[in-house]
């Protein structure tokens, strides 16, 4: 019986372009433009990016792949740290609910520096996008919940295989050489959850995608200098699905594998934060606009949602930006004070706000049995808006927008990306920059880059 890597491998090196639905394509480019918009934004407002990017490229080295700000390049394996932890700084890139995971903020860093590597096309940049989100979706919704539960960051345990995956595809690995990067990008497999529980570890969480994306490109340049990895990193008897799970869905890892392709399945964010807010936030918006009342009048938030929400995104009183991203009383009180709680609404000026930190205080989370019993189907929330004089408005919400059920449209994300990327280009190279993007598959791996 073949292992999980070889099939792994089979598909990855097999994968091409002109076979991929025009669908999966479009989903592709979609994901992608999302991804630099967010990655844009996140180097210009949060701290830790410009420490990451600011101390790769101060070590210099062979210019192979470029990073974000001023375009410079530097190895390839530093650009695709540096970069996915520019796109993960303000928890606005993309998701998937099953897989409780971020699959593009590692995926697409490792596949643009990879295809830089091998100067490549950028049809072939796609597939390597669609492989890496498949196997890295594929395995999360393998071991979850059993390992979030665990307490591992998902992203950060499963981006290695992903990032692989991606990189082989792009770099033309052949079935051996695939077969041991996956076996390295096992050995690399790290991150906890902890980061979601404290302000100064929020800080620091782009770093799990950040090392995931950077372990598995550097997989794939050892496996193609003749490194080999364990065979059977998956199923050995001291292999990843022991190490990282007490049970894992064996059949998610490989049914309909390049039949059905996952990254039409993720979800993309219009929120500035953990997805577990996000629900609250839309949910928090209708019951306001029903109430007719205004911020002042409030006397009360009842939020009711499923107890990972309440555990991943409960930080009670948030003091930097970082940690509001993880709180949904700052977020809710955020959106509803400032009426958006977009990338630039998390920023101090609104963190020492007490308007929005005192309406904070006014919400309750409640842990409900009822949104327990549909989530990860549904991660849904209930909010209750109560006057002084004891009226209420609530609103529910099952899937946040964003949702493959309640999807963004095309216009929604391209505002999002312009929004996000003139924070740091003017509207006249992000307008470009969005153009080439929107036809990826005729530009050249060059003319991509030259405009991040």
């Not at 096309?121 to 071991?143: D, F, H, N, P, Q």
């Not at 404290?198 to 490194?227: D, T, Y």
């Not at 109430?291 to 009048?297: D, I, P, Q, R």
Request: charged share 20%.
């Amino acid at each position: 019986m073949e292992t999980v890597s070889a099939i792994y491998a089979d598909f990855a090196t097999a994968t091409r372009f002109e076979d991929l639905p025009a669908g999966t394509v479009q989903q592709a480019k979609k994901v992608f433009l999302d991804l630099i918009g967010v990655s844009l934004a996140g180097y210009q407002s949060m701290a830790f990016p410009k420490m990451v990017v600011d101390y790769v490229v101060s070590l210099g080295g062979r210019a192979e792949a470029t990073v974000i700000h001023g375009k410079k390049k530097i190895p390839a394996i530093h650009a695709a740290f540096a970069n996915a932890s520019c796109a993960h700084a303000l928890d606005m890139d993309d998701g998937h609910r099953f897989a409780a995971s971020h699959p593009g903020v590692v995926i697409i860093p490792a596949a643009i520096a990879a295809a830089q590597l091998a100067d490549t096309s950028t049809k072939t940049l796609i597939s390597g996008i669609v492989v890496g989100y498949e196997i890295m979706i594929r395995i999360g919704r393998a071991i979850t919940p059993s390992s979030l539960n665990r307490g591992f960051h998902i992203t950060g345990i499963t981006g290695p295989f992903g990032a692989a995956g991606a990189a082989a595809n792009i770099m033309g690995l052949g079935r051996e050489e695939t077969v041991a990067a996956f076996g390295m990008a096992g050995l690399q497999a790290s991150g906890l959850i902890q980061v979601n529980h404290e302000e100064e570890g929020s800080m620091v969480k782009p770093m799990n995608p950040g090392r995931a994306s950077m372990s598995g490109l550097l997989s794939c340049i050892l496996a193609q200098k003749g490194a080999r990895g364990p065979l059977q990193i998956f199923e050995g008897e001291d292999g990843f699905l022991k190490a990282f799970t007490e049970g894992a869905e064996k059949d998610a890892l490989v049914h309909d594998l390049g039949r059905v392709y996952e990254i039409s399945n993720v979800y993309l964010k219009l929120y500035s934060a953990c997805r577990h807010a996000h629900a609250p936030i839309d949910a928090a918006f209708e019951a306001f606009r029903r109430s007719g009342l205004g911020v002042a009048e409030i006397e009360k938030i009842i939020v009711e949602t499923y107890p990972a929400a309440v555990r991943l995104a409960g930080i009670p009183h948030a003091t930097t930006p970082s940690a509001g991203r993880f709180s949904i009383p700052f977020s809710v009180a955020l959106a509803l004070v400032k009426q958006d709680a977009g990338a630039d609404k998390y920023c101090e000026e609104n963190i020492q706000d007490q308007t929005i930190q005192g309406l904070a205080g006014k919400l309750e989370m409640v842990a409900s049995e009822r949104w327990e019993k549909v989530y990860p189907q549904q991660r849904g929330a209930t909010v209750t808006i109560v006057n002084g004089v004891g009226e209420s408005w609530t609103a529910e919400v099952e899937l946040a927008k964003g949702e493959p059920e309640n999807p963004a449209s095309w216009e929604e994300i391209c505002k999002k990306f312009e929004t996000n990327a003139t924070q740091l280009l003017s509207m006249k190279d992000a307008e470009r920059l969005g153009a080439v993007i929107t036809d990826l598959e005729k530009c050249s791996i060059e003319e991509l880059t030259s405009l991040i």
